[in-house]
């Protein structure tokens, strides 16, 4: 195979590779997304949202009555006590079908006014991960009426404290379930709105309302999705030159209004639709762009330059350039059918910039420029929205406030990024603790082989891992993040939703990365803040003279099982019930010794206190026996590629020193080194440079050592 273009060398190699993962990956996504179906399915509520609850949201207007729900999407009318309408209360899981961060349903009974204010929001159904992690119901409940007052005719994001008009706080310690519920409440609200209202608009408008689930193959026959398919020996004819394998694909381009949710939630999954949809204004829009081949639509000049140069919208005489900000990458289509394709990316559109959706356009790509110099030579894809996704207008129409529409276009910054930044000191500590923690073992001989300042090291980092990750970062991994991870790939991942914790997605790429060269013990032995706490608090009681328990080493064996048949109960219950699961989840203390500091109920705080108490015997008790969250890291850390701690031929033979000292008693009586166990302190590899500890560094001494002269025999006349 012969490369067309100079700018794009090993190309073909990487795009073969490329297919090749698709299809293993291919299998294990349509399983994943059947198991999702499955336990939607066990967990959808049983019935409607009761609405008469929205009736105290417009209190301010006397006695309000809520009607029964009706029309599509289902909504209340809320009408005062002179008849006249106040406004629509609706669910959010009747309109827009929302779930949550944990890919379970998630319902929020709102009102709006007919001026597209909401009116006030309680949240009646959800099983986030929220309360599992110390957050407290009232701070939720607070955060969800907290959208009293917002105006939905404008972009959102999560407010930063010098700006009150995007919305609520978000709740401390729980940005992305924040993120879920104002998306999951701002795309049910624009959706009533505007089905009831009137607009300014005399001509067609986009069908922003009805929700269906449309395969590939029918987006496709409807005209909905539209391909340009250009071969290499057409790209060569167009530039000038030779291709020796002109049959084969030079780019296969798609392009898609996803707008309309059949089209945009099929394609993109509905949390990725649901999340840009709260990105753009309520008359912006959204353009989808994919593509296979040689030929990259998105280049890489737009890094530099933050436009891209390759591609463009055409809509009568106006040319429509799409920036870098604009546009977010996605990882793979939804929708049924869908083909692997190596680039996709959705590009956010403002109706200011005079973009109508409802009128045909067109997109064209710039294949480069022909080596006669002619001029770039350019393809282009049409395109017109089908039908079926346009309404009609309304008569007579009434009047919308002016420059709402020029308001609600204008750019939302990032909100990860925000996030990101506004924690942007907390994020540089964290990331020079995990460099130095990279240091300590990429060099670990270099570190243990000076014996004190190894120990003081340790023991000044355990406490930074304390008092920084846990009580001030709240930075405490749970395995209440392993099932997050685990639904968030049976209901349509996103980096987006874990972009918003950036401690927490540090602290998992770190451990992910380290799991293939060390382990899992890396995070359990240096950035757990509970397993630190229960090293510290045994230090201490050894210090005061507190006798240890040594648990035989039959019996330790045999106890290793519980934190795993812990974990996969865990698992199993997730799969029908992820509250149950969340529930279960509190054999971990970490939320009541750390992230609530033990300010708690006392039964929960009792529990993490016996915890604490059996460590002053056993050293990290509850690390060894009970966690499933070491258990859950030590199933994938079996793929680690290097076996970094040494031993020697006389260890679990002529000495024990190492199985006696471990800290968690991962080491065998024969010698050899339990890796699903080992939380990797590198306690042994200091003994094992310590000539004072180690046996066989004292019998190499030994044998060093010069022997001494005969003693001269003595002679007769010597004294005795």
């Known amino acids: 195979m012969t490369c067309l273009n100079a700018e794009l060398p090993g190309i073909c190699l990487i795009a073969g590779m490329r297919n090749i993962a698709a299809r293993g990956t291919h299998a294990l996504r349509g399983l994943l997304r059947a198991c999702a179906v ?76 007919t ?41 959102a994001t999560l407010k930063p404290a010098e700006d009150l008009a995007r919305g609520p706080h978000a709740v401390a310690g729980a940005t992305i379930t924040s993120t879920v519920i104002r998306d999951a409440i701002l795309r049910s609200a624009r959706a009533v709105l505007r089905s009831r209202s009137a607009t300014m608009d005399t001509a067609m408008r986009l069908d922003r309302e009805t929700l269906r689930r449309s395969a590939w193959h029918m987006l496709l026959a409807e005209g909905a999705l539209q391909r340009k398919l250009v071969t290499r020996g057409e790209a060569a004819k167009m530039l000038g030159t030779q291709d020796s394998e002109p049959e084969k694909p030079f780019i296969d381009l798609w392009l898609a209004l996803a707008t309309p949710p059949p089209i945009g939630e099929s394609l993109l999954g509905q949390r990725t639709y649901e999340s840009e949809l709260a990105r753009i204004g309520p008359d912006d829009d959204l353009i989808l762009i994919g593509a296979s081949g040689l030929y990259s639509f998105k280049g890489t000049e737009w890094r530099q330059s933050g436009t891209f140069g390759r591609i463009e919208l055409v809509q009568g005489g106006r040319t429509f350039r799409l920036k870098g900000i604009d546009h977010t990458p996605v990882e793979a289509l939804r929708a049924a059918g869908a083909p692997e394709l190596r680039e996709i990316a959705v590009f956010r559109v403002a109706r200011a910039s005079g973009f109508d959706s409802t009128k045909p356009f067109r997109l064209d790509l710039d294949l480069g420029t022909p080596s006669t110099g002619s001029g770039p030579a350019v393809v282009s894809l049409d395109y017109r929205v089908p039908e079926r996704y346009l309404i009609a207008p309304p008569a007579p129409p009434a009047a919308v406030s002016a420059g709402t529409s020029q308001t609600a276009s204008a750019a939302n910054p990032t909100l990860w990024q925000d996030i990101w930044w506004a924690r942007r000191f907390d994020i540089a500590v964290l990331v020079t603790m995990l460099v130095v923690l990279a240091g300590i073992l990429v060099f670990q001989d270099t570190v243990t082989a000076h014996g004190k300042f190894y120990y003081r090291l340790r023991t000044g980092y355990l406490l930074l891992t304390l008092i920084f990750l846990g009580f001030i970062a709240n930075a405490q991994l749970s395995v209440v993040n392993v099932l997050t991870f685990i639904h968030a790939l049976l209901s349509g991942f996103r980096w987006e939703l874990f972009l918003l914790d950036p401690l927490v997605f540090l602290l998992w790429s770190f451990v992910a990365v380290s799991m293939l060269f060390w382990g899992r013990g890396v995070f359990c032995g240096w950035l757990c803040p509970f397993g630190t706490l229960q090293e510290l608090t045994n230090q201490l009681a050894r210090r005061l003279g507190i006798k240890q328990i040594e648990i035989p080493f039959g019996l330790h064996e045999r106890l290793w099982m519980i934190k795993y048949v812990v974990f996969v109960g865990i698992l199993a219950l997730s799969l029908r019930s992820i509250l149950t699961a969340f529930q279960a989840a509190e054999i971990e203390p970490f939320k009541t010794a750390i992230t609530m500091k033990f300010l708690r109920e006392w039964p929960f705080v009792i529990y993490a206190g016996a915890l604490l108490l059996a460590g002053l015997f056993v050293e990290r008790f509850y690390c060894r026996y009970l966690c499933p969250l070491g258990a859950a890291l030590a199933i994938p850390a079996r793929m680690r590629m290097f076996e970094w701690l040494k031993r020697y031929r006389e260890c679990g033979s002529e000495c024990h020193v190492c199985a006696r000292r471990c800290t968690v008693q991962a080491i065998h009586p024969l010698g050899q080194i339990n890796p699903n166990e080992c939380i990797y302190c590198l306690k042994c590899q200091a003994n094992y440079f310590d000539h004072e500890i180690c046996l066989h560094l004292k019998k190499r001494a030994q044998r060093r050592q010069p022997m001494l002269p005969p003693k001269p025999a003595a002679g007769p006349g010597a004294r005795p």
């Open 38 to 113: 499955l336990s939607l399915v066990l967990v959808r509520p049983a019935g409607a949202a009761d609405l008469s609850a929205a009736s105290v949201f417009f209190a301010s207007s006397g006695n309000a009555t809520v009607e029964q729900p009706q029309g599509s999407p289902p909504a209340a009318a809320v009408r005062g006590p002179d008849g006249k309408l106040l406004g629509y209360a609706f669910s959010t899981y009747d309109v827009s079908g929302s779930v949550g961060y944990a890919g379970r349903p998630l319902d929020i009974v709102a009102g709006i006014t």
């Open 115 to 155: 001026e597209g204010i909401i009116a006030g929001a309680q949240i009646v159904a959800h099983e986030e991960p929220i309360l599992v992690i110390g957050i407290p119901k009232d701070a939720l409940a607070a955060y969800v009426k907290g959208f009293a007052g917002f105006d939905t005719r404008v972009g």
